[in-house]
């Protein structure tokens, strides 16, 4: 929808503006609403003592619970506290592939609702409209749902034979938009927008003070005569008391910044290998590719090369048993395409011996894996521009490899040139790009309130705080909206309480909304 069909008063401060549109915001959006989970009557939990803490207020909504003391004692796979109640809440003991029914169920309180605005540049549902659409997820699709919609109930309509846990990106960001629509939160979502600054307003006298958020929302115009539509960037600008990023972090690929990594045979996209298979460019009979990274993407990327008996070089910095190699933590059942890339991994590791060729692509003879071979424990020195890669072991020995391209696939960043310095200052090592692995944003664990703001109200979630994986992301969205919830009720934010008191005001500032 477009912000001028908005139902936005000029002059007045939006309570929530959240930018981004992924499953961050899809799920905060839809506690904001209005929607409250409760803890179900004779419900039971197999953690005795959650179970226990629970019990002791079940009138009261999750929303207005005091969210550190049920997280007390607690572990999952996450670093964010909330995030582990929650899940836990939501997929108890999933991790042991059990699957206990959730002790919460959920209402729909009007009175609850939070006017909001959530921001995104394409339609709901965020990156995954962008993702290839046939590999199937890392999740099991019950971890990618969100409250109140059953993945699994919504898959077996569109498809006949429903044959295992797991979808396609393409499914699940159709689940996504389908989502919206389903929990009527369209009229909150304003997309193709592209945030360009926010700053926070101190606020002159008589004035509140605020964030303010500026951008472009790309509409169309009208159409021309040869049939084109004429497309035009309308400039908005919108000033909220609290503002959420849930940006998530792939919009710039992470670079190597090595010697010759803009040639035009380097790609950092799993896109670009797409494209140069549709335009027939790679064959068995082309020079090999190189993919960096040890991640699913570069996974995804090899699987694809050897479909189409493409020969591969496989250059990654860790040990393939390296504990902290994603494929050593993926249970090999659920996911043999990965176990799969694992093995040629392992089982086809380039030979430094005087006697193995250092561009062999796998032993000779029986070789499971032909046109394969893997560079453990090795770096990217220099890229040429006659195609030919240089690879660095960790005992200082080169290798000068021939390629047809490389794709460099070691992750990504976020995209918060909206922010001063990116939002690095927000970070937890300002030095460095913010990674969701590695140097995530810096969040009060239970409320999300970014530690480092400018200004109160500034939230964060997802990818941005560490959260790669839905499940986990939506523990987010209860912080924050548990801790505007209080703000509403006139309790003060919990950061504000432990923290930002020490700047002498906490304020319950009346709902305001303002477009100019």
């Not at 607690?74 to 029914?101: Q, Y």
């Not at 019950?142 to 295992?164: S, V």
């Not at 009720?489 to 432990?498: I, M």
Request: contains cysteine; glycine residues 8%; hydrophobic residues 35%.
């Amino acid at each position: 929808m477009a912000l001028c069909d908005k139902d936005i008063v000029p002059g007045e401060v939006l309570p929530v503006v959240v930018i981004g549109n992924g499953p961050s915001g899809i799920c905060l959006s839809y506690l904001l609403s209005g929607y409250a989970p409760y803890l179900q009557r004779d419900a039971w939990h197999p953690n005795p003592l959650l179970s226990s803490k629970l019990g002791e207020n079940t009138n009261k909504s999750l929303l207005e619970q005091d969210l550190e003391y049920l997280c007390e004692g607690l572990e999952g796979r996450s670093t964010n506290p909330v995030a582990v109640l929650f899940d836990s809440l939501l997929l108890p003991d999933s991790d042991f592939g059990l699957d206990h029914a959730s002790p919460l169920s959920w209402r729909y309180e009007p009175e609850r609702a939070t006017p909001h605005l959530v921001l995104g540049r394409g339609p709901p549902g965020g990156a995954w409209h962008a993702m290839e659409g046939s590999m199937l997820t890392l999740s099991l699709a019950n971890w990618m749902e969100l409250p109140g919609l059953k993945l699994k109930e919504w898959l077996r309509e569109k498809r006949r034979n429903l044959r295992n846990d797991r979808a396609t990106p393409a499914e699940i960001a159709s689940y996504y938009q389908h989502y919206v629509t389903q929990m009527s939160l369209g009229q909150s979502f304003a997309c193709g927008t592209t945030v360009t600054a926010l700053t926070w307003q101190p606020g002159r006298e008589g004035e509140e003070p605020c964030w303010r958020v500026t951008g472009q929302q790309r509409s169309e115009g009208e159409e021309l005569e040869d049939g084109h539509t004429l497309r035009q960037d309308v400039p908005f600008s919108i000033s909220a008391q609290n503002v959420v990023l849930a940006t998530g972090t792939h919009d710039i690929p992470a670079r190597l910044e090595v010697e010759g990594e803009t040639l035009p045979y380097v790609c950092h996209s799993f896109w670009e290998l797409e494209a140069a298979i549709s335009r027939g460019e790679l064959s068995q009979s082309s020079d090999p590719i190189l993919v960096v990274g040890a991640g699913l993407t570069a996974a995804d990327a090899v699987l694809a090369a050897h479909h189409l008996n493409t020969p591969v070089y496989h250059a990654f910095r860790r040990s393939v048993t390296d504990p902290g190699l994603i494929f050593n933590q993926l249970p090999k059942l659920l996911y043999p395409e990965y176990h799969k890339v694992h093995q040629m991994m392992s089982q086809q590791q380039h030979s430094s011996s005087p006697q193995a060729p250092t561009t062999a692509l796998g032993p000779s003879g029986s070789a499971p894996y032909t046109g394969y071979l893997s560079f453990p424990r090795h770096r990217v020195v220099a890229f040429r521009p006659d195609r030919k890669c240089v690879l660095e072991s960790d005992s200082g020995q080169r290798s000068v490899l021939q390629v047809s391209m490389a794709l460099v696939l070691i992750g990504s960043h976020p995209n918060l040139s909206f922010l001063p310095e990116g939002g690095r200052s927000l970070s937890l090592d300002p030095d460095q790009p913010i990674s969701c692995r590695r140097n995530p944003l810096e969040v009060d664990p239970f409320t999300h309130q970014v530690v480092g703001a400018e200004g109160p109200g500034l939230y964060a979630m997802g990818p941005l705080v560490g959260e790669n994986f839905v499940r986990f992301l939506k523990g987010g969205a209860l912080a924050i909206a548990s801790d505007l919830s209080r703000k509403q009720r006139g309790e003060g934010s919990g950061a504000e309480l432990s923290e930002s008191c020490r700047d002498g005001h906490v304020e319950d500032r009346q709902t305001e909304t303002c477009v100019s």
